[in-house]
């Protein structure tokens, strides 16, 4: 891996990838030009060679930074600036050209002495380092910008157009100035897509003491003390103290979330309120927030599909422009008896006109931008293809327990059937199942343990004894001298006691997609419980975005088809299939896909994987601190907010709508300054401040995502109710 300081347009690039790629042992070649980075795959002995020919065309390489994630203040330290030697040169070279330029419009000569003294003093200051990359580009059978620039301020000296080289070749070099601070800000933007992490914690000792400690040093397992206004510098999970952390530089939650004993922490997360102390789980480069980082510098390398269509499109658009300003400069002359001068000045403007920097650097601006935009909310796409790709999906599979449900039984309903307090008759069952390891019998136990008062105090059980497990049943217990069971409708039946009123209860809740559960003596039924998987709360809002977007959606589960139906009504989903065993649900995936050509897939990114996979786009809920999820999906959801994946659509959708507007941009401006240039209206000046302008544009355009919160227009969800 090579930091290449100068690298920061695709002329150099294609520079590098013909000066490298004629070396024998070298492979494959992958660029990031936001983060200036270059990978060389090889088989050399050393990498001197390489780093030879980088210094023979002018390539000013850096040593890769050992931390690899770019959140280091040495990282920062790495970016290249315009220093003020280069600012004091720019200033002379502008005041020299344009006192040239203003002397000669005065009525002096443009070949007088004082014109040429102005116009080389320009040029020096301003405009040698376009020459010598001029000289390189030619020494390599390069052409680039640097090339078609140098011929044109050449050329234009050649026929005594020396104020009017001067004029150009200083708009050239400030325009490659601002170009570099315009990609300077968007790199800077992806580096602020995440809070940084600190780079000392205070650290408890083996003897108690507290010290402040180099996070680089910090091990698994050390407890780290953090106070309130402080950034958490490590993952980990809290072992003392309780705060409200805001952690939307890893999950996008705009609300802070409250932390106690036993609950995760996240590297890069603001301590907002009292003190807190975790024990580390992860150490520095392992974190989740170093895991996002290198996630979304990997994803910036990868070409997306109108990338790769520009760059193919430019290696034909810039000779095809050559040869035709070649012609022009020719044919006239030559075949109709036209004057040689004005048809070569018209020729020196095209080739100014042909530099494909704006129409190529487009692309992965915008792509970039989509990157960070939906990094910021917690959406974490492994690639420009996925970002660009989205707006296709029209519809989107669900899996049901941990996607659109909580994943945990809670209880939700107690119907008693005899004159007893729903609370006495829930104390009663909880006594049995305390001894249960069901998920049922859990779920019934913390519904009565969990404080009605908010206090903190857990409520107490009944003593119970002889308790047993019934297989495929329930459980039964002797509390304060009496049996009970809780027990499935099943041992009801058994028991002779299931009447009526109990059919009708047990009917309702199972009808309601809820697994019910009887509290019972061995001659009567006391009370029906009722246990769900509950629906996240922003489930149904995800789905009506959706909906609003045009998206279909079906749910897929193991379930029975009744609790998935009923599911499915709660929320409003299209299409529920119950009973799926995971691989029919790759064959319902095969049948969405066939049906729709492009299908989502959302589920927990280890149980759902094969349908992940299969999916169009997978996307894996809740990957805060996952790295299966991470690796698994094409899409990682940071936290368990479903309204990411519609938002993650449009996202992709503005994406889209972006990149045609910037090429629609970038070729037009070009085809109506050809059309100026034959019509003799254009000048040197003008194209090059055509070409500057169209640079600056589409790369401010693609910048716009950044500023639009999430990338997301809203108003295009019409439900209306986002965060």
């Given at each position: ?269 603001l301590n907002e309120r009292g003190m807190l102390e975790f024990r580390v789980t992860a150490n520095k480069g392992n974190t989740t927030l170093d895991r996002i980082i290198h996630t979304v510098q990997e994803a910036q390398g990868q070409r997306a599909p109108t990338q790769r269509f520009v760059d193919q499109f430019a290696r034909y658009y810039t000779p095809a422009v050559v040869v035709f300003a070649v012609l022009v400069a020719v044919v006239p002359p030559l075949l109709f008896g036209a004057a040689f001068e004005p048809w070569f000045y018209k020729a020196l403007v095209m ?373």
């Amino acid at each position: 891996m090579f930091n290449i300081r100068n690298m920061d347009c695709p002329t150099e690039e294609a520079l590098i990838r013909k000066r490298l790629g004629s070396m024998p042992g070298i492979g494959e070649l992958s660029f990031n030009l936001i983060t200036r980075r270059l990978a060389v795959t090889h088989t050399l002995d050393d990498e001197q060679p390489i780093l030879d020919a980088l210094r023979e065309i002018g390539m000013k390489t850096d040593p890769e930074p050992q931390c690899q994630s770019g959140s280091c203040s040495s990282c920062e330290a790495e970016s290249p600036v315009v220093s003020r030697r280069t600012w004091a040169l720019m200033a002379v070279s502008g005041t020299a050209a344009m006192v040239a330029e203003i002397v000669a419009w005065n009525g002096a000569s443009e070949q007088s002495v004082a014109v040429i003294a102005l116009a080389l003093l320009s040029i020096v200051t301003g405009g040698l380092s376009t020459l010598k990359k001029g000289w390189i580009a030619l020494k390599n059978f390069a052409l680039n910008m640097n090339f078609l620039m140098s011929i044109a301020v050449i050329g234009a000296l050649a026929i005594g157009e020396w104020p009017e080289a001067a004029v150009v070749i200083f708009l050239f070099a400030l325009a490659e100035l601002i170009e570099t601070l315009s990609l300077e800000r968007a790199k800077n933007a992806i580096k602020g897509l995440m809070a940084m992490t600190p780079e000392v914690a205070t650290v408890q000792l083996d003897n108690g003491e507290w010290r402040e400690t180099a996070v680089t040093d910090v091990q698994v397992g050390q407890v780290v003390r953090v106070k309130p206004g402080e950034r958490i510098p490590l993952d980990g999970v809290v072992t003392a103290g309780g705060s409200s952390v805001n952690q939307a530089p890893i999950t996008g939650e705009s609300m802070p979330v409250v932390k106690a004993a036993g609950d995760p922490v996240f590297a890069g997360t603001l301590n907002e309120r009292g003190m807190l102390e975790f024990r580390v789980t992860a150490n520095k480069g392992n974190t989740t927030l170093d895991r996002i980082i290198h996630t979304v510098q990997e994803a910036q390398g990868q070409r997306a599909p109108t990338q790769r269509f520009v760059d193919q499109f430019a290696r034909y658009y810039t000779p095809a422009v050559v040869v035709f300003a070649v012609l022009v400069a020719v044919v006239p002359p030559l075949l109709f008896g036209a004057a040689f001068e004005p048809w070569f000045y018209k020729a020196l403007v095209m080739l100014v006109i042909a530099c494909p920097c704006a129409l190529v650097i487009s692309t992965p601006i915008t792509v970039v931008s989509g990157l960070a935009a939906a990094a910021r909310q917690g959406i974490l796409i492994k690639g420009g293809v996925h970002l660009e790709n989205g707006r296709l999906i029209k519809a989107v599979a669900l899996d049901k327990t941990g996607t659109l449900t909580h994943g945990k039984p809670v209880v939700t309903d107690v119907v008693p059937l005899v004159e007893l307090p729903a609370d006495s008759l829930l104390q009663l069952a909880a006594s049995v199942d305390v001894h249960s390891e069901h998920p049922i019998a859990s779920a019934i136990v913390s519904a009565w343990q969990t404080p009605a008062d908010g206090n903190g105090t857990p409520r107490s059980l009944l003593p119970a004894i002889s308790f047993e497990s019934l297989t495929g049943r329930g459980a039964k217990a002797v509390v304060e001298g009496q049996l009970y069971y809780v027990c499935n409708h099943r041992q009801i039946e058994e028991l002779g006691i299931c009447g009526v009123h109990v059919e009708e209860a047990l009917h309702r809740l199972e009808q309601e997609g809820k697994t019910a559960v009887v509290l019972a003596t061995a001659t009567e039924s006391l009370c029906v419980i009722g246990v769900a998987d509950t629906v996240r709360g922003h489930s149904a809002e995800a789905i009506r975005q959706l909906h609003a977007l045009g998206v279909a959606s079906v749910m897929l589960t193991g379930d029975n088809q009744t609790t998935a139906s009923a599911i499915a009504a709660q929320v409003g989903i299209d299409d529920a299939r119950g009973n799926l065993l995971p691989e029919e649900k790759l064959a319902v995936i095969d049948e969405l896909m066939n049906r729709y050509d492009h299908v989502g897939m959302v589920g927990d990114g280890i149980n759902d994987a094969p349908a992940l996979a299969k999916a169009s786009i997978g996307f894996a809920m809740g990957s805060a601190g996952t790295d299966t999820a991470i690796e698994t999906a094409d899409v990682a959801l940071m936290d368990d907010d479903l309204r990411k994946v519609p938002h993650f659509i449009q996202l992709s959708r503005n994406t889209s709508r972006v990149l045609k507007q910037n090429i629609t941009l970038a070729i037009g401006i070009k085809a109506i300054f050809f059309a100026l240039a034959l019509a003799g209206k254009a000048t040197l000046w003008m194209a090059v401040f055509a070409d500057m302008g169209a640079s600056l544009i589409v790369v401010f355009n693609g910048m716009r995502l950044l500023r639009i919160k999430g990338g997301i227009e809203r108003d295009h969800i019409k439900s209306g109710h986002t965060r």
